[in-house]
């Protein structure tokens, strides 16, 4: 299983954008995914998953502003982040479930205040 991820960059407080992570070898469309990101100085978090049949689950500092969401037929799994802030700047990394864990290399977000 390979996860690229993709759609990290430098962003102004209150802007959006929109990761996206595509799947080679794994299944969004059965098994779901999750969005994770790690903070300078701060232990890697979650921050949203999906399941196969698209139940969502957020955390609480993302709740309103941010929305998991997935393309089976692509197997491409999303996350639109809006109304970002400063907090929101860290590494953001995909991951699937399949028999074994599967992280992408991870993409960088930058909100500048």
């Known amino acids: 299983v390979q996860l690229q991820a993709s759609g990290g960059g430098l962003v102004q407080a209150g802007g959006s954008l929109r990761l996206s992570c595509a799947a080679s070898?794994?299944?969004?469309?059965?098994?779901?995914g999750g969005w994770y990101r790690r903070a300078p100085g701060k232990q890697r978090e979650l921050v949203a998953d999906?399941?196969?049949?698209?139940?969502?689950n957020y955390a609480d500092s993302v709740k309103g502003r941010f929305t998991i969401s997935k393309d089976n037929p692509k197997n491409t799994m999303y996350l639109q982040m809006n109304s970002l802030k400063s907090e929101d700047t860290a590494v953001y990394y995909c991951?699937?479930?399949?028999?074994?864990?599967?992280w992408g290399q991870g993409t960088q977000v930058t909100v500048s205040s």
């Open positions: 070898g794994g299944t969004f469309a059965i098994y779901g």
């Open positions: 991951h699937i479930w399949q028999f074994g864990d599967y």
């Open positions: 999906i399941t196969g049949r698209g139940s969502t």
